[in-house]
């Protein structure tokens, strides 16, 4: 079974923080995706990695960056954490591109007050 | 573009009763893949299925089932004799060919009452 770990269930954390959000998988898969749940939203896509030092920004990357040292892991960066990026936040990752599904981590829930 | 529409945001029936989840999707490809994901209360979602656009045929899997048409782009889900344990939010997804990243709909939230 493909098995995505995120660092924390539950976060809490002060404005202007840095913050790091951790995921790792352990099948080999190429790509790997960080989404924020919000009530009414949806899942919307962060950034993207499809290689190890590759990333590609997704639909709503300001205020995040990543980094994808290893391929097994994926981290999320707030650089300064503000209250609106109080979110639900998902990790993902696939075998290749389009057409294979996403498989996902249990989510970090983030507080930022 | 593409774009994913579930309509429904809240459904809630009572246990063993049938129900279906819409979900309509837009996009100018010729060749691409839908998806449904089931999110239950621990927060952890769950791949369902996948379908790609040349493949029309429905799909049954024990309680579950998914009606594709591209006539009308939609790609319904049907629980049937539903039980508490389906309680969970379900999300549509689709994503085109060549594209790495799956464009989800903003999920229905189904409560199944004993």
């Known amino acids: 079974d493909v098995k995505v770990t995120q660092s924390s269930r539950y976060l809490v954390k002060r404005t202007g923080e840095k913050v790091f959000l951790e995921c790792v998988q352990d099948m080999d898969h190429e790509n790997m995706f960080w989404y924020r749940q919000d009530p009414g939203l949806g899942l919307r896509l962060i950034y993207f990695?499809?290689?190890?030092?590759?990333?590609e920004k997704g639909d709503i990357p300001e205020g995040y960056s990543v980094s994808r040292e290893k391929k097994e892991r994926f981290s999320l960066i707030l650089e300064s954490a503000s209250t609106n990026q109080t979110s639900m936040y998902l990790c993902a990752s696939s075998l290749g591109g389009s057409g294979y599904e996403q498989y996902f981590g249990p989510g970090t829930r983030l507080t930022v007050t | 573009a593409q774009k994913v529409t579930q309509a429904q945001t809240e459904i809630s029936v009572v246990e063993k009763e049938d129900v279906t989840l819409d979900c309509v999707y837009e996009t100018r490809d010729t060749t691409y893949y839908l998806f449904w994901y089931k999110q239950p209360p621990s927060g952890e979602l769950v791949f369902l299925i996948r379908r790609n656009s040349f493949d029309e045929q429905n799909e049954i899997s024990g309680r579950y089932s998914w009606n594709f048409q591209k006539s009308t782009s939609s790609f319904n889900f049907t629980i049937t004799a539903s039980q508490v344990v389906d309680s969970a939010v379900y999300f549509c997804?689709?994503?085109?060919?060549?594209?790495?990243?799956?464009?989800f709909g903003s999920g229905t939230r189904l409560s199944i009452r004993p």
């Open positions: 990695s499809y290689d190890v030092k590759m990333k």
């Open positions: 997804a689709l994503s085109e060919i060549g594209a790495s990243k799956i464009i």
